[in-house]
């Protein structure tokens, strides 16, 4: 069964979200629904965008009135394009979406390290550059929040995930310096090995995995919901430029993971 944190969503004020527009790719499950739901519950009108209208779909019973949700390829501009034509209004921007397959680095082919990154970095690059051409400059107000990963000191078998989440902090630093003028805030979050109904599918034990971590467990969904809600909040408004490693000490664990 997949983990919850509700203690860690307790923090937040009923309600003060209100008026606020989200849009948060990969919403039909993980972090992306979990952060979707939680905005909602905080007031905030929400944009769910995947591939699957069904997995959006269930993501959007906990909130009808909130979150809506949008189908488009985010590989595809002009797919992101005609889902944004429909979006009335963006305050927050979440790149949750993205994947991987596990691959030695030498076997990892020239096409498969581009459908990697495609969808790790480029679909980030162009999505978050047309929703601040669109809504951010326009009301010199937006945040924007990118989903990494850690470990930052190397990740075997996800040297092309590994460089475009790489790549995706970097554009964090340059959008946050660019477009500070603008009241736009940029930053990316880095979170361990999150338990959600995907990672499940690998097979492996949670206890075993949590283990070998320094937080002696694996990470929640609702963990990293709660830190994007926090960037999002007024207590966020000064924070850019930053990567978050948010791990449970995976970063600084080493070989001892799962030992």
């Not at 499950?29 to 739901?37: D, L, M």
């Not at 209208?53 to 979150?67: H, Q």
């Not at 680095?105 to 601040?132: E, K, M, S």
């Not at 603008?182 to 690998?202: D, S």
Request: aromatic fraction near 8%.
């Amino acid at each position: 069964m997949v983990p919850t944190s509700p203690d860690a969503l307790s923090v937040f004020a009923p309600g003060f979200m209100q008026g606020r527009h989200a849009l948060i790719t990969g919403g039909g499950s993980g972090i992306g629904r979990a952060t979707a739901q939680l905005l909602a519950r905080l007031g905030a009108h929400v944009t769910v965008v995947g591939r699957r209208p069904e997995p959006l779909a269930e993501t959007a019973e906990f909130a009808p009135d909130l979150i809506t949700t949008a189908t488009a390829d985010l590989r595809e501009t002009d797919q992101v394009d005609a889902m944004l034509a429909d979006v009335p209004a963006c305050d927050f921007l979440l790149n949750n979406a993205g994947g991987q397959f596990v691959a030695q680095a030498q076997d990892i082919t020239y096409n498969g390290f581009r459908a990697v990154t495609r969808l790790n970095l480029d679909a980030p690059w162009y999505l978050t550059t047309q929703v601040a051409n669109r809504f951010f400059i326009p009301s010199n107000y937006g945040k924007i929040v990118s989903i990494t990963m850690t470990p930052h000191r190397g990740m075997p078998l996800m040297a092309h995930s590994s460089a475009a989440r790489a790549g995706v902090e970097s554009l964090t630093r340059n959008w946050a310096t660019e477009w500070g003028r603008f009241g736009i805030r940029a930053v990316a979050l880095a979170p361990g090995i999150v338990h959600t109904a995907a990672w499940e599918r690998y097979g492996l034990s949670p206890e075993q995995i949590g283990a070998g971590l320094p937080a002696g467990r694996l990470q929640t969904a609702d963990e990293v919901a709660a830190m994007v809600a926090f960037l999002f909040s007024p207590a966020g408004d000064y924070i850019t430029g930053a990567t978050f490693t948010c791990d449970g000490g995976f970063d600084i664990a080493g070989p001892t993971l799962g030992g």
